[in-house]
């Protein structure tokens, strides 16, 4: 669903203008004072319909292009923009019409009769009176001091050409009047910041230095004309060369405007720019191609490709407006380059060397003040490095927040954020484009920000700090540690994100996000930062999400190999000595902890458990789509395009309705990005990963529940010809992590109604680290439902056979080998009544400090873990192809039916004293037996514990049955039963679901069937953790034994 560049040029070149008046628009400020004609009319939306008039060209359009913001599984929804021209043209309440005006140029307006000078005196509007500047009224070619209106005053601008030059304006109770809320200026406005760094800066300066600060009640009122939508999308793609664009919305914008329109490849920064900015020449309907569609007309050629296809397409948004508040020409400071060359791995790749710096101006709403903002062009704006002054900043308003907006704005080559919410609730921040910006854009300041409204917001090419990850972290998990320093005032600016989201407690609706280290950032915050670090009240890490619908992110997470354009993850903390600190990576056991109620100090009660919901989510060209290292979250309708693995999520997750594009028509992306090589070896990690591979969804090896329903993936074929290696066994639909001995699986996946497309169905899954067979990888499982996954007739067991036939419960024709590639097969069990059972067996609990480091590591090839003896069903008769036990005590395996038996050999005998925790079923009634051979004469004593912190029931003697048959019989129905066969010598041992907190209930000390607490259930599948303390304790006394061991 492409238009060659030639046909797209050819086709619009014959279709009229609407407009032909180039509007003032220059931000040169000599340009602008000659250029103050203006337009001044209310902005239309073009009504030109030439269908008609060429009905060939607009058929060729209708074949390509993408309407209404379609997308095939997720909704992205679009602000109602049918009252704009209405509320545009509406003449009500206007302050420059008020009767008691006093013209700010007369004399008798002063106190001394003397109008003051613009030689950099501050000025004070005089108590009690409202003043008007109009055209003529200023010395728009010097600078005025500060200027303060007081409490009672106002400083009202009237409709006309204007610019004023000012040191700052202090609403010190008073207000400032650029139009109201019911009458939209349409004059071209400019207010100037002026202002030089100081050298050293050794404090914040106050408020009103270089900005526009309402305090003490104060008001700023600043209405200029609405241009709706603010920002749109492509409907088809636009080639290298292209002079038009096809947008997929009718807008009133204007000829002469500048609009930029965003990067589809996957990296975006100083280094690697595709953004283009140009000014708009031509603006047409095209209701033939669309009931919305319009299009654009710019003022140079393209210089690059922006895919506009059916999976995703490049955002298009509008930089200008007819009022703009700026800072002055010293606001630019001597800058770094932007482009740095070379690290550790290649001496050609290309980063940027840092962000943007400047002073730029501020406007600030501070406390009481109320701030009602509307189409205004913030343009050199906020300060780098510099507390608070951002070019937009509802601060410590609590619920006075609610009187506060920015809608329909343009945040243009900021120097430090868009904007931000601090310490304020209710604000709404709508229909903004904010392009170019040094830190995080929109930003929630300390965390206890909450109930605020972010709708409709494009932010695009947002800046981080300081270097990139080094290559020898790119693929890690774990990040170094980065402290505060003047440099960097906040340490999460090293990975900046178009949404900031330090609580997720609250709204955001249609956003979108292009480039940044993350599109949407929800950092992991323990407890509130800045001025409310010492408040209590609040853990903003376990806040639910209020909304989270709609939203797009795409052209981020490239500097890490787990970043991702929606990333949950990064801890920002104090550290003892005050400093604040931050890690981006993951940090076990600084997680989001998403609760109903406030954490008490071992976190939340799982009665009060919370998921974050992500709705109608789409992510594109990223690393990954979603990384989330988090505890619970729901995510539905979700669409992963053209990413690494489109998304990798922890803890206890639902996905539901996902569509996973692994490669899409989109073929003009470079392939190792920053790095001018065709030879990949001559590249850094970051640049040559998109063309390493990709995988649809990527299941972890470790401590998860993961239901994955009604989802289809596409394009997951090892045929992808641009991979650096073609046909790949990096190429998959899924894929597991298998390099551990240390951190293996239980039960922690199952799906439902899954589909293919263009799939190769020998490359469904893939195992991470082939090269060698590991505990992680002999234990991959998984439950799939109705067999769609694994392509399978009906509900299907799937496990590895690195196990050996451990996961092959009967051979054909229920359990078949999965083609797949080598050294990574599954084997297949089609039953309906199997299932999988998992805990940890611990016949020596003094040898476990040496897992991980001396035996069984995470993926320390170097490290051995040695086979200690096997577990295999009853009823074969060779030991070795069962699953081999190792120092990690994990054994996971499936069960044919309940009361089926493992078998459990140590090469050292039978274990004194076996320790059985976190046992997890799929369902509180399944039950597994244990058979261990013990020496004649060899006597138990078998008990349940629950956990230390038990009140009631904590501890249960199991109870012998008096022959095998009874045991049977006891084990299904009691299930706290065991049976010594004397003449085998076997123990047969029942193990069922424990609970932590109790083994009884009810006035009943044992109670067979424990509901596991942590049971997650969506969409008719349940999954749970093992709880971690309860335990089944098998004591031997024999008469042999060096302590540990009997002697067989």
């Known amino acids: 669903m492409k238009l060659h560049a030639c046909s797209l040029m050819a086709a619009i070149a014959a279709i009229p203008y609407t407009y032909s008046i180039p509007l003032p628009l220059s931000h040169l400020l000599d340009e602008r004072a000659v250029l103050y004609v203006a337009n001044e009319t209310t902005p239309t939306v073009p009504t030109v319909n030439v269908a008609s008039a060429d009905p060939a060209t607009y058929s060729a359009f209708l074949k390509v292009a993408i309407r209404n913001h379609w997308s095939e599984v997720v909704t992205l929804p679009r602000p109602d923009t049918s009252k704009v021209l209405t ?33 950099g005196s501050d000025v004070n509007i005089p108590s009690g009176k409202s003043v008007l500047i109009s055209a003529g009224s200023l010395n728009e070619l010097n600078t005025y001091g500060i200027i303060r209106i007081p409490q009672g005053s106002k400083l009202v601008f009237n409709d006309a050409s204007i610019t004023l030059n000012t040191n700052g304006i202090l609403i010190d109770g008073g207000s400032l009047a650029l139009g109201s809320e019911t009458c939209r200026l349409k004059s071209y406005i400019n207010i100037i910041l002026h202002g030089i760094k100081p050298s050293p800066l050794v404090a914040v300066p106050p408020i009103q230095v270089k900005g526009i600060a309402a305090t003490n009640g104060g008001t700023l009122d600043i209405h200029g004309q609405a241009y709706a939508p603010t920002w749109t999308r492509l409907a088809v793609t636009a080639k290298k060369g292209d002079v038009r664009i096809i947008i997929q919305d009718a807008v009133n914008w204007e000829v002469g405007q500048s609009v930029v329109i965003t990067t589809t490849v996957t990296k975006d920064s100083r280094d690697f720019n595709q953004n283009e900015e140009l000014q708009i020449t031509s603006i047409t309907r095209a209701d033939g191609i669309g009931s919305q569609t319009s299009i654009i007309g710019l003022s140079a050629p393209l210089r690059y490709n922006h895919y506009g296809g059916p999976e995703y397409q490049a955002e298009v948004g509008l930089l200008s407006r007819r009022i703009v508040v700026q800072g002055d020409a010293a606001s630019v400071l001597t800058d770094t380059a932007d482009v740095c060359r070379g690290d550790s791995v290649s001496k050609i790749t290309t980063f940027p060397c840092g962000p943007p710096k400047g002073y730029g101006g501020h406007i600030i709403i501070n406390g009481t003040g109320i701030g009602r903002v509307t189409g205004v062009e913030l343009y050199h704006m906020g300060q780098t490095n510099v507390m608070g002054r951002y070019p937009y900043h509802v601060h410590m308003a609590k619920d006075n927040g609610r009187n506060s907006y920015l809608k329909y704005s343009a945040i243009r080559n900021s120097f430090f954020r868009c904007m931000s919410v601090h310490g304020s609730s209710n604000v709404t921040i709508s229909q903004n484009v904010a392009f170019n910006v040094a830190g995080h854009c929109f930003y929630l300041e300390d965390g206890i920000e909450e ?71 929800f950092p992991i915050f323990q407890t509130p930062m800045g001025l409310h670090k010492n408040m209590t009240t609040i853990s903003p890490r376990s806040r639910p999400i209020k909304i989270f619908d709609g939203n797009s992110a795409h052209s981020s997470g490239y500097w890490w190999g787990n970043g991702g354009a929606i990333y949950v993850g990064g801890l920002l903390k104090y550290e003892t000595n005050g400093t604040m600190s931050y890690n981006p990576g993951r940090t076990v056991g600084a997680t989001t902890d998403a609760c109903n109620a406030p954490l008490k100090s071992y976190g939340c009660d799982q009665a009060d458990w919370a998921w974050l919901r992500f709705s109608n989510t789409k992510v594109f060209l990223a690393n990954r789509g979603m990384m989330y290292w988090g505890n619970r ?124 497309e263009n799939v190769n169905n020998s490359q469904i899954w893939a195992f991470s680290n082939p090269k060698r067979i590991t505990v992680s990888g002999r234990l991959q499982n998984w439950l799939d439902t109705d067999g769609t996954a694994s392509l399978s007739p009906g509900r299907t067991i799937m496990g590895s056979d690195w196990a050996n036939e451990w996961w092959n419960l009967w051979g054909l024709p229920k359990c078949r080998k999965a083609a797949a590639p080598a050294v990574m097969g599954m084997w297949l069990c089609t039953d309906d009544t199997a299932f999988i059972a998992s805990m940890l067996l611990t016949p020596d609990a003094s040898k476990l400090s040496r897992l991980g480091t001396m035996e069984c590591s995470n993926g320390d090839q ?187």
């Not at 949404?499 to 249609?510: A, E, H, K, Q, T």
């Open 451 to 521: 109930d605020n409204l972010f709708e409709y917001n494009l932010a695009a090419h947002v800046h981080f700090f300081g270097p990139p990850v080094a290559p020898g972290d790119f693929w890690g998990q774990n990040l170094p540690t980065v402290m505060e320093s003047p440099d960097l005032i906040l340490p999460s600016d090293i990975t900046a994100a178009g949404f900031y989201i330090s609580n997720p407690r609250n709204s955001f609706v249609g956003n979108a996000a292009s480039g940044g280290w993350s599109g949407f950032i």
């Open 633 to 756: 979250a729901e995510i539905l309708k979700y669409e992963g395009h053209d990413c690494g693995i489109s998304a990798n999520v922890f803890g206890q997750v639902w996905l539901d309705n996902m569509l996973s594009i692994c490669r899409t028509q989109n073929t003009d992306i470079p392939l190792f990005g920053g790095c001018n090589s065709t030879k990949y070896w001559e590249c850094s990690y970051r640049d040559r990963n998109y063309a390493s591979g990709f995988y649809g969804f990527q299941w972890y090896d470790t401590e998860q529940n993961h239901i994955i329903t009604n989802s289809k993936f596409r394009n997951c074929t090892n045929a992808w010809k641009p991979a650096i290696t073609p046909y790949s066994t990096a190429m998959a639909v899924w894929s597991f992590l298998t390099h551990s001995d240390q951190f293996v699986p239980g039960i922690m996946q199952a799906t439902k109604n899954i589909s293919y």
């Open 87 to 119: 509320e545009n043209s509406l003449q009500t309440n206007c302050p420059h019409l008020a009767p008691d005006l006093q013209n700010w140029e007369n004399p008798a307006t002063w106190p001394d009769s003397n109008v003051p000078s613009a030689n």
């Open 862 to 1048: 170097s490290i051995s873990c040695p086979t200690l003896g096997y577990a295999y069903h009853m009823g074969t008769t060779n030991a070795t192809a069962g699953l081999a036990l190792t120092l990690n005590a994990k054994v996971t395996g499936p069960v044919a039916k309940n009361g089926n038996e493992w078998v459990i050999r140590y090469d050292q005998g039978a274990p004194v004293s076996l320790s059985v925790n976190r046992i997890q079923f799929l369902s509180e009634t399944n039950t597994v037996g244990l058979v261990i051979q013990y020496p004649a004469g060899t006597t138990f004593n078998i008990t349940a514990y629950a956990a230390t912190w038990c009140y009631k029931d904590c501890k249960h003697a199991y109870i012998p049955s008096t022959s095998l048959s009874a045991y049977q019989q006891d084990a299904l129905s009691r299930g706290d039963a065991y049976f010594f066969d004397t003449t085998a010598n076997l123990l047969h041992v029942s193990v069922v679901q424990l609970n932590d907190a109790t083994l009884g209930g009810g006035g009943v000390s044992w109670i067979r069937s424990q509901v596991n607490p942590t049971s997650f259930s969506r969409a008719g599948i349940t999954l749970t953790f093992g709880p971690w303390s309860s335990k089944l304790v098998i004591g031997a006394k024999c008469s042999s034994t060096d302590g540990v061991f009997c002697a067989i």
